[in-house]
């Protein structure tokens, strides 16, 4: 792949990538630490011949970017926790009418306003379900400054193909990092997008929620001809609403099937120094994500150089979890440490996959990035 | 029991002091100016609730606290909520005898800047105006959101420039005109609806008292000048201000049960809206020739709303 390399902020990036990707709808609300993603967006957007528009509040924010998906472009959003709580209920809208959109989420300390330039993954489980109902929510995390702009691109192809909102999580540290980054060239961006799927048969037989029973629903952009019908609602193939109890059960089981039946699309990890992982005593497995896993990495390297083999295995997908590679290889390996910053909120799911309860963890919620100090003394301390 | 002699500034801003002084506010920023006037100006209890925005950030970062009153803080967006919650629980307790002592004197207050007045915390205060809560509500309006990096607000002023509506070679910054709130909380039947300046101090103190004593949900409107986004001296907060009420930028004036407006101000000298646009860096790009017509927008609107005030006043509808 052709890579161009840049000097910028992990928003800076996440705004450029949006642009990049064949966004042409920005809606937004200023919350600290993203509000720089809109500062970036409002000036490249128009001059890309797209608009952004900071709305009056979070809720119209979003609500702005889901009419404009509806219609057919790629849009975004920006916000930080406290505005995930806000945008949650057109985020369910999003997910039941399958209005494909990108949602970053620049994560600061919670709950409610909580630490507003101080750095967390404390929205990690939010991300998860952020509306009521059932669903499957797709959340991808950057853990360096290039993922902030390679994850937005990502997300962008992962919400046309499965037709739903897609979570990009950074944080604090991240966003506000500023250095040189290796990033894809504008060209290799554009051969990647894989717009979403249309409907090209006769106006009458079109049926775009009437899909099988693990797809996504076909939404063809507005005034060409095709009508349809959104709605929060539970609906039938052309979208309107129903109580039909077939109908009903097999609209909400599709919306789990279309992302769980396809999860081999989404799951994207990074092993780190795992390569000579052989089950052997000794062996320390770190789970880690985000700016996080900057400071476990370098963690890692000190703890070779004191003999300990130390490895990471990093989920960039965090929901749905690779549950089969992580459960691997947490089974395998005696000593794992979770490293967070908030408590427990993906240990648990590190818990679920590899069903054990012996898990360590280093969690920290105070606001401030862990050091690989710390790391390096706490897996001293336990194993 | 409002303080009757308003005589000198220096006793007055002393009298009575709730407000410490040792918070984190910019230097030469009007917000602590308004905030000290209007508890300065009465002896009451004040139940206060803060909306997210630059006062509540620097006023109160753990463990310390600028307010020697009770003091809420819940979200961005709804100080007008959280004040109508407590006033009404305070009702209720009156009517039911369970207060310790149900004769002593307290006022409502809620403070919001023009981010979470005009534009998120919009339809919280008008359900509380709507209401009818006893209560008054105090924007503190810097035309943007200061706190996170100076971004439009639906208070900013045509013409301006902001991180989010940036002034350049193809805008010349924001291109919608200010929300007339004042108008659109007189149009709730609010008993008392006013706009008012740290300038004209005097004026101020009695439109805060006025507000205090009026039963019902009074709002006021204040001029808040901000030396970081509006670009100036700090130490030139109240000259800043002097324009902006001369160049009838702001006027003052209030409107009583939605119908009789009173201006309360009258500059002898009226001088150009060119005179206070120059005075701040965020309307530099206005002198450049190709973007003249902006100013001349500004100056008609300007002198249009002061012609309507005025015929309003002697209408008395």
């Known amino acids: ?383 | 029991m409002a303080i009757t002699s308003i005589k000198n500034l220096k006793e007055f801003s002393t009298n009575n002091d709730r407000f410490e002084g040792a918070h984190l506010l910019c230097p030469g920023c009007a917000h602590s100016m308004i905030v000290r006037e209007l508890m300065n100006c009465t002896d009451d209890n004040l139940v206060i609730a803060t909306n997210t925005g630059c006062l509540e950030v620097s006023t109160a970062v753990y463990p310390y606290t600028s307010w020697d009153t009770s003091w809420i803080h819940i979200g961005f967006e709804n100080a007008a909520t959280a004040a109508a919650g407590a006033e009404a629980m305070y009702k209720a307790r009156k009517r039911k005898g369970t207060l310790k002592d149900p004769n002593a004197p307290v006022k409502f207050v809620a403070f919001g800047g023009d981010g979470s007045t005009y534009d998120i915390g919009f339809q919280w205060l008008s359900g509380a105006v709507e209401r009818g809560h006893d209560f008054t509500y105090v924007c503190l309006d810097n035309e943007n959101y200061a706190n996170t990096g100076g971004q439009r607000s639906s208070a900013t002023p045509i013409g301006s420039t902001t991180s989010t509506a940036q002034a350049g070679s193809h805008s010349y910054g924001k291109k919608e005109k200010k929300k007339d709130m004042v108008a659109i909380m007189a149009a709730h039947g609010a008993p008392y609806v006013a706009q008012l300046a740290p300038n004209k101090w005097k004026i101020m103190a009695k439109g805060f008292q006025k507000a205090l004593e009026t039963e019902g949900p009074c709002f006021i409107n204040t001029v808040s000048a901000c030396t970081t986004e509006w670009k100036f001296d700090p130490k030139d907060t109240i000259h800043i201000t002097d324009l902006a009420t001369d160049s009838l930028m702001f006027p003052i004036y209030e409107i009583i049960d939605g119908k009789e407006l009173n201006i309360l101000y009258r500059p002898k000298n009226i001088i150009t809206v060119e005179e206070y646009l120059n005075a701040q860096g965020r309307y530099r790009h206005l002198f450049k020739p190709e973007n003249r017509h902006v100013i001349e927008k500004i100056q008609k609107d300007v002198d249009e709303k002061w012609e309507l005030l005025q015929r309003r006043e002697e209408a008395r509808v």
Not at chain 1, 29 to 56: C, F, R, W
Not at chain 1, 120 to 125: E, H, K, L, T
């Open chain 1, 1 to 383: 792949m052709e890579m161009r390399e840049i000097i910028s902020t992990g928003n800076d990036l996440a705004a450029i990538a949006a642009v990049d990707a064949g966004c042409e709808f920005f809606g937004g609300y200023p919350i600290t630490p993203s509000s720089e993603v809109m500062h970036t967006i409002s000036d490249l957007l128009p001059k890309a011949g797209g608009a952004a528009i900071q709305m009056e509040d979070e809720i119209a924010g979003i609500a702005a970017a889901v009419g404009a998906a509806m219609s057919g472009v790629r849009s975004m959003t920006a916000t930080s926790g406290p505005g995930v709580s806000l945008k949650a209920e057109n985020l369910g809208l999003a997910q039941m009418a399958e209005v494909p959109l990108v949602l970053v989420n620049v994560m600061r300390g919670g709950p409610s306003t909580g630490l507003p330039t101080r750095v967390s993954q404390g929205d990690v489980r939010q991300a998860r379900n952020p509306s009521h109902g059932d669903y499957r929510s797709i959340t991808l995390c950057a853990g360096n400054l290039a993922e902030c702009y390679t994850e937005v691109v990502r997300a962008f192809n992962l919400a046309d193909r499965f037709m739903q909102p897609v979570i990009v999580l950074t944080d604090e540290t991240l966003g506000h990092m500023h250095g040189k980054a290796m990033i894809p060239t504008v060209e290799e961006v554009k051969n990647s997008i894989v717009p979403r799927k249309t409907f090209d048969g006769a106006p009458e037989d079109y049926r775009p929620y009437g899909v099988g029973p693990d797809e996504a629903a076909v939404l063809n952009p507005m005034f060409k001809g095709y009508r349809y019908h959104f709605t929060g609602l539970h609906h039938d193939g052309k979208g309107f609403p129903t109580e039909e109890i077939e109908t009903c059960r097999k609209l909400i089981q599709r919306l789990e099937d279309k992302v769980m039946m396809h999860t081999d699309e989404l799951e994207l990890n990074e092993e780190f120094m795992l390569d000579d992982f052989d089950g052997s005593e000794g062996e320390v497995l770190i789970v880690a994500y985000g700016s996080v896993s900057l400071a476990a990495k370098e963690a890692i390297r000190h703890l070779r150089a004191d003999g300990i083999k130390a490895g990471l295995f990093r989920p960039i997908t965090l929901w749905p979890s690779p549950a089969d590679r992580m459960g691997e290889l947490v089974k395998a390996t005696k000593n794992v440490l979770c490293v967070e910053l908030n408590i427990r909120q993906y240990t648990e799911e590190v818990e679920r996959v590899s069903g054990r309860l012996d898990i360590e963890g280093l969690y920290k919620v105070n606001g401030r990035a862990i050091s690989p100090y710390e790391i390096v003394n706490k897996v001293k301390e336990v194993f």
